[in-house]
Structure formats: structure tokens, C-alpha cells
């Protein structure tokens, strides 16, 4: 987040990304957003004139890419080590918040559309979800993993770390985060010792 006293546009897309990982989209409105970012309403919608969705969509995107990049780097050095990166970086997102937040992806992609449409956030949010399997599923073929194997293992990875996130915040632990990382890093490494 941006240290700036004026209030930056990745200021309150970062601001709104936090306040959606901790309490959810429908139960955050736009201006509790502002103010949890810091930021004035009306700068709020001079960034995002339309509103909620908009912000919501932009937060999810950058939760994403945020998650991306560490994975990326993370990924040069094999899967094993882009596992523990993104067990990693969860782990500490939630004992940070004393297991108040969670994924903003997860909270988004989990709300139930109120007008019968698919909204911009929940788009964003399967973009992102599938941007993060084919980071996984390519590093898994590069080092030998079967192709479907690898989508597979992938998909398996995203799904078990983020129901895992959500296990811990309910349950005030990193035990299932634990219990999932032994287990993850066990397929991983199988599938790659082929």
C-alpha cells in the first residue's frame, strides 16, 4: 500500500481488496471501502464512477496479479518452492489479521449475484483463479509433470489452499494450512519425479 497522504487509486483498490478479504463483497459498501483506505468518497468515485463493482472488480485484479508475481518469481526456482510461496503467503496474510482476512478472490467469487447476471468482480475472480492454475500447471510440465496431471494438480492447489485459508480463519489455526502444504507438497513432488 501507497504511504502517500493523497489518496492514491492502488491505494483504495489495496484498501478495498483488504476490506473484501475480511468481510466479504455484499457486506462491504463503497464507502466503508474509502474510509478503510483512507481516501475521500467523491476521490473514491472520481477513480471509479461505477461504483462498487467496479472497485470490487479492480480489487480482485489486483489480488491477482499481486499473487502472480510472487508466484513467478517463486516458480523459477520449481513447483515445490512456488507451492511454499503461495502457502507462504496466505499463512502470513492470515496470522497477520489474527485470522480476519482471507482471499478477496474467494470472498467474491463465493457471493451470490443479486440480479441474476455475472457481475464484473465475479469474471475478475475466475480470471484470476485460472491465471494462477496455468502459472502452476506450466511449472508442473517444465519439470516433468504429464500434462493433464499437471492441470489437474493445479487446480487441486488453487482449491485446496484457498478452502485451507478459509478452514483457518474459522477455526483460529494454520493446522489445516499445515495439514494441506504436507499433502500438496507430496503430489507435487511425485508428479514431477516421473
Do not use: N
Not at 37 to 62: D, N
Not at 99 to 105: E, I, R, S, T
Not at 137 to 142: C, K, M, N, P, V
Request: hydrophobic content about 45%; some cysteine.
Amino acid at each position: 500500500m501507497t504511504k502517500s497522504s493523497t489518496p492514491s487509486r492502488e491505494r483504495i483498490v489495496a484498501g478495498a481488496a483488504d476490506m473484501i478479504s475480511r468481510r466479504g463483497l455484499s457486506a462491504t459498501s463503497i464507502r466503508e471501502m474509502a474510509k478503510h483506505a483512507k481516501a475521500p468518497l467523491g476521490s473514491t468515485y472520481h477513480y471509479f464512477p461505477e461504483g462498487k463493482q467496479q472497485l470490487a472488480t479492480e480489487a480482485v485484479r489486483y489480488t491477482g496479479e499481486w499473487v502472480a508475481r510472487s508466484l513467478r518469481k517463486e516458480l523459477e526456482a520449481g513447483p515445490v518452492a512456488g507451492l511454499r510461496a503461495f502457502l507462504d503467503l496466505w499463512r502470513k496474510i492470515v496470522v497477520d489479521s489474527d485470522f480476519h482476512a482471507g482471499c478477496p478472490v474467494l470472498a467474491v467469487a463465493i457471493e451470490e449475484p443479486q440480479d441474476g447476471e455475472i457481475p464484473p468482480a465475479l469474471t475478475a475472480a475466475a480470471e484470476v483463479f485460472e491465471q494462477w492454475e496455468t502459472l502452476l500447471a506450466d511449472s508442473l510440465r517444465a519439470y516433468g509433470a504429464e500434462p493433464e496431471q499437471a492441470a489437474q494438480l493445479a487446480t487441486l492447489t488453487v482449491a485446496a489452499v484457498e478452502g485451507t485459508v478459509a478452514m483457518c480463519r474459522a477455526q483460529r489455526s494454520t493446522q489445516p494450512l499445515d495439514r494441506t502444504a504436507g499433502q500438496l507438497q507430496a503430489l507435487i513432488a511425485a508428479a514431477i519425479a516421473k
